[in-house]
């Protein structure tokens, strides 16, 4: 097959979307999700928990980070009232986030958040890709939050399946500069894959400054509010 110079340049910036991505409804969405897409599809629209943004609405302003942001179910309804800095590692949930994403006030980094520089791989968990998560490997870079310099962080929402500790830790210095309230998953299985509990979470937490309120019991996989003493 011969490739003009001009073809080859667009299919460089404008690359084929991932066959297992369809757009239903002007969103992105994984075909083969048995969880976001059947949520999105149900709701009508990308930001379908409607009970939890309001529960999160009086912390949303300013410029807010999205740890795990999957494909923007979170982000795209944060960024109604502000600026949202997402990370996202896992390759197809990233395209669908930046289709997504597309015209908000948004910074999109395909990268896990930790707090060491270096690379992961991805632990595939079949029709469930908001559970996907990170393993010892080269494929996808780590990066941690303090070597950008963000300023002025309002809020965080963090939920990287196990790695919250990894995370707080490598954005320590901009959360007690900037005191941002959070939103937290505390989940006991995933963060125990990574060697920690959910007592280390809090404890943590609690060595940063914060208080926390918890939604559902700790024995589950809960969302933490974290608000500065």
């Not at 600026?83 to 948004?106: R, Y």
């Not at 959070?182 to 400054?209: A, Q, Y």
Request: net charge negative.
């Amino acid at each position: 097959v011969l490739y003009t110079l001009s073809t080859l340049w667009n299919l460089l910036m404008n690359p084929p979307m991932n066959p297992n991505i369809e757009i239903w409804n002007h969103i992105a969405l994984i075909k083969d999700d048995a969880y976001f897409t059947k949520w999105v599809k149900e709701a009508g629209k990308l930001a379908h928990h409607d009970g939890f943004l309001d529960y999160l609405r009086p912390y949303l302003h300013g410029t807010m980070i999205d740890c795990g942001a999957n494909i923007g179910t979170h982000a795209y309804g944060y960024a109604k009232f502000g600026k949202v800095i997402c990370f996202e590692p896992n390759p197809i949930a990233f395209e669908c986030l930046t289709h997504n994403m597309a015209g908000t006030n948004s910074e999109l980094y395909n990268a896990a958040v930790s707090n060491v520089n270096g690379f992961i791989d991805l632990v595939d968990c079949g029709t469930n890709y908001g559970a996907v998560y990170t393993k010892p490997g080269w494929s996808i870079p780590t990066v941690v939050i303090d070597d950008f310099k963000f300023t002025d962080i309002t809020f965080m929402k963090i939920d990287v399946e196990g790695d919250e500790i990894a995370a707080l830790l490598g954005a320590a210095q901009t959360i007690r500069t900037y005191k941002p309230v959070m939103c937290i998953e505390s989940n006991p299985e995933t963060l125990s894959r990574k060697g920690h509990t959910v007592n280390d979470l809090l404890d943590l937490l609690s060595e940063l400054g914060y208080t926390t309120e918890v939604r559902t019991p700790l024995d589950i996989s809960s969302d933490i509010l974290c608000k500065p003493r």
